[in-house]
């Protein structure tokens, strides 16, 4: 580094230095690293959320990159604190900058205390300057180990121990694990030499925590897999991608294979073979592969396949933005196919939620013989989250079997409209029909028997209701007796919550859209003096639903540029509908 | 076993002098045949059917039957054999079908070689449709949607099964029941992907019950080495789907030995019996 830089630098730190602890909320700290693809930013990211979860706090990292391997402007906001959160702010506390770009995209977001760690090879910015890139240059180690020089800063400056970074670089580094703590540990100790790095807020040990970090996807693999699911196929599509990657990598955890046939097609109908044999299957994907799977949606409402689909919404139509986020897909997920059959679409808002929801949209799949779609998005699908469920509130419960008496009949009718499994080598004969069909199985054009099906496939709808009467299918959270209610549904529930406790609101969040919790619903909006719906779309589909069914929504407020709501943001635009 | 008592209640449908008939019979007599030689248990059987007449099949036979959508019956095929491989699977499927909506997933069938049998009943034209060109129709076919003739050549299922890397390439006619029925043996009780092209004439809109009684001949009957795909290849190019062939050969055009997608999958693992999930030990790596 040159001499008069670092000059420059010693004496901003001694200026702003003091202002800074000023700044800080207490207990919480927001820390953005930021550069191009290929850096490392996730995984930086997640070493940064790892390094805060050991000292006990509560985390949200918001994942933030375009369509594209190298180039391109990558960042990651990684938000800590010791309460609950699930959502992340505009303003940062600490600025991590891997390149030029980053300063200049995110400088923003800093507030008078905020301080700015940079690569001061690459980058001209106010702050903490540190030569990463010479550093990894001179032992002759790839760029992307500037991340943990980055990182070994960062911990320096937040007062993290540096027992706790080198815990979070063996637990993170699959490679190259003694470079990377020499150049973490190298990182640290220009950091804390710093009089700047020796100013910085410090991240006190909160109670509580450890907790498992857990994205959208993950929580999901493990509901999927507590459900029961043995076989996993899936096209690789954003934001889905990594619950494929997931499941394929913990096969033998997870007890569960993982393929990846040709196409979305395929997915779903090797996925549908699988179920018909007796063996519980889920497929994931995004709209537009969805979109291919439609037909055997169908299917699966006439021929009374279990079928979970994961839809991990993202910003379309079409090929849209792949990589960003929007809850778009609502109606999409409740009306497609063609012809009338019933489905369940279940919304987890957050890790806990997509664990337990995924658990329970497998079992309701295999109790009713229905399609169930799992409606997650990007932001759900992608961010990290600190997860507190128990993994045994959840399992497989069994379906309703043939009692191996008399001529088994795949479709029989019965009061529910829930006819007795039986799979093949069982010693049934098993006939499963896309037509039209007689409780065998076998073809029919009769009227009276057309009518008869349909209305037997209708009944478990009813059944489907009665049985989720008695289950949590919407949440309250804030102020129950606020006079504003915000109703929320998937992942926009983290940011809702947090802002309805910062202006005493309540939140509404159905965790099932179809079928819509009417009576619940109507019961938490009867008291309301304002309803305002938040949803990442642009025509407001959920308060559309809401009225469909009579409900009252007076407000609408939406997000449709691909980025979620920050709850800063969010509080600003509730302050001003509210006055 | 009594080939009757492989037959539902449903009432038969197809035309008069469908080749249908033929192929469903072969079907049930190997079926029966298998089964009563120990080799097939018919509780262990499923058949796949798509969309088309060809796919009444699912609705005549008495056995375990998945009557699928048109051009998709490969996909739950793989499904079921992934699921449990202890099942033999049989699809059935017409040329619209699997040459056409759905030729993706029987190239990827065969290049996978999932332990499946494909059994195409190949009238060159939509049937239920009533009567427009396939993808195997000779150009020229006037058929509904084409008036003025097909503008396509026929597509080469063989050669494109050879190319996909198909382990059990047949063809078989359904005016040769006996023959029909030994390469449908074959095809079941061969260890992975297997494809028979039945040619059989549709009575109502492209009868070719003559054109092929006249050319067809066996290759087992003239040396062929099976086990040759050069071989394979040349005597698959003898005819391609046209009408200006002296002979067409019937029979086992290739077969060998691979491994299965599902042992590579499975890789001796069952389905049904993998374990519960251990959550807690995955959720220590999240820490």
Redesign the interface.
């Known amino acids: 580094m040159h001499g008069g830089c670092r000059a420059l630098i010693d004496f901003m730190e001694t200026f702003i230095g003091p202002l800074y602890n000023a700044i800080i909320i207490m207990g919480e700290f927001s820390v953005l690293i930021g550069g191009q693809a290929g850096d490392g930013i996730k995984q930086a990211g997640n070493a940064i959320a790892r390094a805060f979860n050991r000292l006990g706090y509560w985390i949200f990292v918001y994942e933030d990159y375009p369509s594209l391997i190298r180039g391109g402007h990558n960042f990651a906001i990684v938000r800590a604190s010791s309460k609950r959160i699930a959502s992340h702010r505009e303003r940062v506390d600490v600025l991590v900058a891997l390149n030029q770009e980053a300063v200049d995209r995110h400088s923003w977001r800093l507030g008078n205390g905020s301080m700015t760690i940079f690569d001061s090879g690459l980058v001209k910015a106010e702050g903490l300057g540190i030569p990463m890139g010479e550093m990894v240059r001179r032992r002759g180690l790839p760029s992307i180990l500037r991340n943990t020089i980055a990182l070994g800063a960062l911990a320096a400056v937040l007062g993290i121990g540096l027992d706790v970074v080198e815990d979070v670089v063996r637990a993170t580094m699959g490679k190259r694990v003694e470079e990377n703590l020499e150049v973490a540990r190298e990182g640290y100790g220009i950091a804390s030499g710093s009089p700047r790095g020796a100013q910085g807020p410090k991240a006190e040990r909160v109670p509580g925590g450890p907790r498992p970090l857990l994205t959208g996807n993950e929580a999901l693999a493990l509901g999927l897999a507590r459900g029961g699911m043995r076989i996993y196929a899936a096209y690789p599509m954003t934001p889905t991608s990594a619950l494929l990657h997931y499941i394929a990598a913990h096969e033998d955890e997870l007890g569960a294979i993982a393929i990846h046939p040709e196409s979305e097609i395929a997915v779903i109908g090797i996925a549908q073979g699988a179920a018909y044999a007796g063996i519980r299957s889920a497929v994931g994907t995004s709209g537009g592969g969805f979109s291919l799977m439609v037909e055997h949606l169908s299917l699966a409402g006439q021929a009374e396949i279990p079928t979970v689909i994961v839809l991990g919404q993202r910003l379309d139509p079409a090929t849209g933005a792949p990589t960003y986020t929007k809850q778009g897909n609502l109606f999409f997920a409740m009306f497609a196919g063609h012809g009338e059959f019933p489905r369940a679409v279940l919304a987890p808002g957050d890790a806990d939620e997509a664990f337990h929801l995924a658990a329970e949209a497998m079992n309701l799949a295999w109790r009713f013989q229905i399609p169930v779609i799992i409606l997650s998005d990007k932001h759900l699908s992608e961010s990290t989250f600190s997860s507190s469920f128990e993994a045994s509130r959840a399992g497989e419960e069994p379906p309703k079997l043939w009692d191996g008496t008399g001529d088994y009949k795949r479709y029989a009718q019965t009061e529910d409209g829930v006819s007795p499994l039986a799979f093949p080598g069982g010693g049934a004969v098993v006939k499963a029909n896309s037509y039209e069909h007689d409780e065998f199985g076998i073809t029919t054009e009769d009227a009276d028997l057309i009518a008869k099906a349909q209305e037997k496939r209708l009944r478990k709808a009813e059944a489907l209701e009665e049985h989720l009467s008695g289950k949590e299918t919407l949440r309250v959270h804030g102020d129950p007796d606020s006079r504003i209610a915000l109703v929320v549904w998937g992942s926009t529930k983290g940011v809702a919550v947090e802002v309805a406790e910062r202006i005493g609101a309540s939140v509404i969040q159905p965790l099932y859209l179809l079928p819509l919790p009417k009576r619940e619903l109507e019961k938490r909006l009867e008291g309301a003096e304002r309803v305002i719906g938040i949803e990442g779309n642009s025509t407001g589909q959920f308060c559309r639903w809401l009225r469909y069914h009579g409900l009252r929504v007076d407000e609408v407020l939406l997000k449709y540029d691909g980025r979620p709501f920050a709850s800063d943001e969010l509080e600003g635009k509730l302050r001003g509908i509210l006055g | 076993m009594n080939t009757s008592d492989l037959k539902?209640?449903?009432k038969n449908t197809w035309c008069p002098g469908c080749g249908n008939f033929a192929i469903e019979l072969a079907a049930r007599q190997a079926f029966a045949e298998l089964a009563e030689e120990g080799r097939l248990k018919v509780?262990?059987?499923?058949i796949?059917s798509g969309?088309g007449c060809h796919a009444?099949m699912?609705?005549y036979l008495?056995?375990?039957?998945?009557?699928?959508?048109h051009g998709?019956v490969?996909?739950?095929?793989?499904?079921?054999?992934?699921?449990?491989p202890?099942?033999t699977v049989v699809g059935f499927a017409g040329d619209g079908d699997a040459y056409g909506e759905g030729l993706?997933?029987l190239i990827?069938a065969a290049k996978r070689n999932v332990g499946i049998a494909m059994i195409i009943h190949n009238n060159r034209v939509y049937g239920l449709t009533t009567g427009q060109f396939t993808p195997t129709s000779p150009r020229g076919f006037p058929g509904k949607s084409t008036p003025k003739g097909s503008p396509e050549d026929p597509m080469n299922p063989i050669e494109l099964m050879l190319a996909s890397g198909a382990t059990f390439v047949a063809r078989a006619f359904s005016g040769d029941l006996q023959h029909l029925k030994r390469v449908i043996r074959g095809a079941i009780s061969h260890r992975g992907f297997s494809m028979v092209d039945v040619l059989q004439p549709c009575v109502t809109f492209l009868n070719t019950w003559e054109f092929y009684s006249k050319r067809v001949y066996d290759l087992q009957g003239e040396g062929h080495d099976a086990g040759n795909r050069e071989e394979a290849m040349e005597r698959a190019r003898e005819w391609g789907y046209g009408g200006g062939a002296e002979r067409i050969p019937i029979g086992i055009f290739y077969e060998v030995e691979k491994p299965t997608f599902e042992e590579l999958?499975?890789r001796g693992?069952k389905?049904?019996e993998?374990?519960?999930?251990?959550?807690?030990?995955?959720?220590?790596e999240?820490?």
Do not use: C, Q, W
């Not at chain 2, 509780?43 to 499923?46: D, G, P």
């Not at chain 2, 490969?74 to 449990?84: D, Q």
């Not at chain 2, 993998?274 to 959720?283: E, F, H, K, N, S």
């Open positions: 539902t209640y449903a509780e262990n059987l499923v796949l969309i009444k699912s609705d008495r056995v375990n039957s998945f009557y699928s959508l998709r490969v996909a739950p095929a793989t499904g079921v054999k992934l699921a449990n202890e099942l993706d997933h990827f999958v499975l693992r389905p049904r993998l374990p519960m999930p251990d959550i807690g030990r995955v959720l220590n999240h820490v």
